[in-house]
């Protein structure tokens, strides 16, 4: 099977836009894993794209693509409109394919009835009002519209198909499919147009490949789920949870809003780092000045130029807090970066923990980020500078009670500044000898008082599970791969 995907730069640069992402480097991360991840399945994956998609993702990133095609160099098209060149794509193709989109990362080949299938697409979506509220808003612009497609946006409930991955064997009718979208495009001067016409996407995209299916009763779309999806139903659990990739889940995509999730990205970064370490490191040297670990390891400037403030009294506790964090920056500056991205690829063994049960679960080994400090602000801040730390750190942290964790990072600043509860200040403590989960489990039940952890055993590990996540996702433990 022929895999295709489609990179526009719309006129952007990738090194410095997010494309929708958190940061620039999450989209280029998920552009590698998503290649990557593709080309471990399938011999044939051909990218299209234009000059700046190649120099960035071919030239500097050197991704495995068997075929690259500079198609969009003089795309008359408004940036917002970016299904436009997808479509582009698809009515490109004289043989079967599948297109993939560069937000979907696979483990596994698609199964045989897709390869094989007339019509392809991720999944069948069911209308809500936010597709509702979209169509609407078009109408009321009184745009030209194909009636069999009319007939569809006037119902309480639009259906349509993700496109995340679409395409199949029935070229004749993907090849009508396009040349309706270009037509609805041209007709309503979308193209060259200034203007904002994100939901437009949508509309010829997705829902017109809902409506012409329907206009013939013999066409099947064979979906990757067999399930049908709300329009507005895309979960993190369900589809951007990377901890399940390559343990429990086929593939995964990371729409809409869920690409400026930290935790999303944060983990995107580890698994690209732990599966593919050269590719990862290809994209932080795109911008190492935004990495000082990497930026200063490369010139005569150092963090101890910026961090010699022995001789400064403090004026506030808060400022007691940021020299403690300056001195720690010196000392771990003198950390090896290979150390670094050791404990950073170890830190993705916990996956494994997550998705494990009993006891493989329970005799997983977990120890503590060797160069972890713990910052007591309960015993140092008044509440005032308590809230300031806490709006300085995570404003979003659930309690006022909190210390802080501080660990060396490769990326960013260089460190890592974790607020943790009373519970997790535990696990920690108890973590200075690395101890099995099951250990774990046992003596942190003196932390629970008179409460009889016997009669509320499953609330107990589900919350010491919860905590461990947290403090896993934030790399100060890590699990012993056994």
């Given at each position: 099977m ?41 011999d ?5 794209t ?17 075929d ?27 043989k ?9 990362f ?5 199964r ?13 979506e ?5 597709y ?9 612009e ?25 395409g ?44 012409l299916?329907?206009?013939?009763s ?20 369900d ?29 995107l ?70 150390e ?5 690829i ?69 460190y890592?500044?974790?607020l ?21 489990l ?41």
């Amino acid at each position: 099977m022929r895999i295709v995907q489609t990179f526009w730069s719309g006129g952007k640069n990738p090194i410095n836009d997010g494309f929708g992402w958190l940061k620039p480097r999450y989209n280029l991360m998920s552009w590698a894993l998503s290649c990557l991840s593709l080309r471990k399945q399938y011999d044939e994956v051909v990218l299209y794209t234009d000059s700046t998609g190649y120099d960035i993702l071919i030239n500097q990133l050197k991704l495995p693509y068997t075929d690259v095609i500079i198609e969009y160099d003089n795309l008359n098209c408004n940036p917002t409109l970016w299904a436009y060149p997808k479509v582009l794509t698809y009515s490109l193709q004289e043989k079967p394919f599948i297109h993939v989109d560069g937000d979907v990362f696979i483990s596994r080949k698609f199964r045989p009835e897709i390869e094989f299938a007339d019509l392809v697409s991720q999944n069948r979506e069911t209308g809500t009002p936010y597709y509702k509220g979209m169509m609407e808003a078009i109408r009321r612009e009184q745009v030209n519209i194909p009636e069999f497609l009319d007939e569809e946006l006037i119902k309480d409930s639009i259906s349509s198909y993700n496109a995340g991955i679409i395409g199949g064997n029935d070229l004749e009718f993907i090849k009508e499919y396009c040349d309706t979208a270009f037509k609805y495009i041209k007709d309503n001067h979308l193209d060259g147009r200034e203007g904002m016409f994100i939901n437009h996407n949508i509309l010829f995209e997705q829902i017109l490949f809902y409506a012409l299916t329907k206009q013939y009763s013999e066409k099947r779309v064979t979906t990757v789920l067999d399930f049908s999806v709300n329009d507005n139903g895309y979960t993190y659990n369900d589809f951007c949870d990377l901890s399940k990739f390559e343990n429990s889940t086929k593939f995964l995509h990371i729409l809409g809003g869920h690409k400026r999730n930290e935790k999303t990205c944060s983990l995107l970064g580890r698994v690209l780092l732990k599966q593919y370490p050269e590719y990862f490191f290809r994209i932080i040297n795109l911008t190492p000045d935004f990495h000082k670990r990497f930026y200063l390891k490369n010139s005569d400037f150092t963090i101890s130029k910026l961090c010699n403030q022995d001789d400064i009294v403090p004026k506030s506790e808060v400022k007691k807090y940021d020299i403690f964090l300056q001195h720690l920056s010196v000392e771990w500056n003198k950390i090896p970066n290979k150390e670094l991205i050791d404990l950073d690829i170890q830190s993705c063994n916990y996956f494994k923990f997550l998705n494990d049960s009993g006891k493989d679960k329970l005799s997983t080994i977990i120890r503590i980020n060797p160069y972890i400090n713990l910052y007591e602000s309960s015993l140092k801040c008044s509440l005032e500078n308590k809230l300031h730390l806490k709006k300085q750190i995570n404003p979003d942290f659930y309690t006022n009670t909190f210390d802080i964790a501080c660990i060396p990072d490769l990326l960013d600043n260089g460190y890592k500044e974790v607020l943790i509860d009373d519970l997790s200040y535990n696990i920690l403590q108890i973590l200075e000898e690395e101890r099995t989960f099951s250990d774990l489990l046992k003596m942190l039940e003196v932390c629970f008082g008179s409460i009889d952890i016997s009669k509320n055993y499953d609330t107990y590990y589900m919350q010491i599970c919860s905590k461990l996540e947290y403090l896993f996702f934030h790399k100060l433990i890590y699990s012993i791969d056994n």
